[in-house]
């Protein structure tokens, strides 16, 4: 099977999975993923069935919702390229980039010998890039009205250093949420394309941010400190 099919016959398993996935996390994450892994890559040396795969199947069982479940996308994902044939060296990579996607699993301070590779770094900055900008809060708010979060409240600060359990636990106010994670984004993008894409989202977030808090209370807004 060339690399073409294999990437057709991936996509086709991902939209039939995610068909009734929650907004944020639905096959049109994945395709802007996907696209814009391909633009980043376009400026380095790199796999590009991997980086093709690695974007496709990120998400493909988002262990937020299958109970925590945070070996079940790998499984999947191994599953499914292991019946096209794909080799074993390419699905290890895949996985590779699955299990250390996630901004949690960069939580971890004490992890021993992280995996790493510029394909992992490639897909890593696509996926934040969907984070963050319009796109980004349209998914946090979407994503804080599916579990009944709360808009907003002044008095739960933001908690500017959780650790992975911390986060995966998290039960905030979706605005805490962009200071937890999505304005923390820009600097930890990996390759100089991301850097320059996610600056004027990380700029667009700020003045929604602004916007939002002059709304919220016309004479006393408030901004965490």
Not at 45 to 53: A, F, I, R, Y
Request: glycine fraction near 4%; aromatic fraction near 8%; hydrophobic fraction near 35%.
């Amino acid at each position: 099977m060339t690399d073409t099919a294999i990437v057709e016959e991936t996509i086709n398993f991902v939209k039939d999975t995610l068909k009734h996935a929650e907004g944020g996390h639905d096959w049109f994450h994945i395709q802007r993923v996907y696209n814009n892994s391909l633009l980043i890559a376009k400026d380095e040396e790199v796999d590009t069935l991997v980086v093709s795969l690695g974007a496709l199947l990120h998400d493909i069982a988002d262990a937020k919702f299958h109970n925590g479940d945070e070996k079940l996308g790998p499984k999947m994902a191994t599953d499914f390229l292991t019946s096209l044939n794909v080799s074993k060296e390419t699905i290890d990579h895949v996985v590779k980039i699955i299990e250390n996607i996630s901004f949690k699993n960069s939580l971890e301070k004490d992890k021993e010998n992280p995996f790493s590779s510029i394909e992992l770094k490639i897909v890593q900055d696509a996926d934040r890039l969907d984070a963050i900008g319009a796109i980004g809060i349209a998914r946090a708010f979407n994503y804080g009205g599916f579990k009944n979060r709360p808009l907003y409240n002044p008095e739960i600060a933001p908690k500017l250093d959780l650790t992975k359990e911390e986060y995966k636990k998290s039960v905030a106010p979706t605005i805490n949420h962009f200071y937890e994670k999505l304005l923390l984004l820009k600097e930890k993008m990996n390759t100089e394309t991301g850097k320059k894409l996610a600056e004027q989202r990380h700029q667009y977030m700020l003045d929604f941010l602004e916007q939002f808090y002059k709304e919220w209370d016309p004479l006393t807004p408030h901004r965490p400190s």
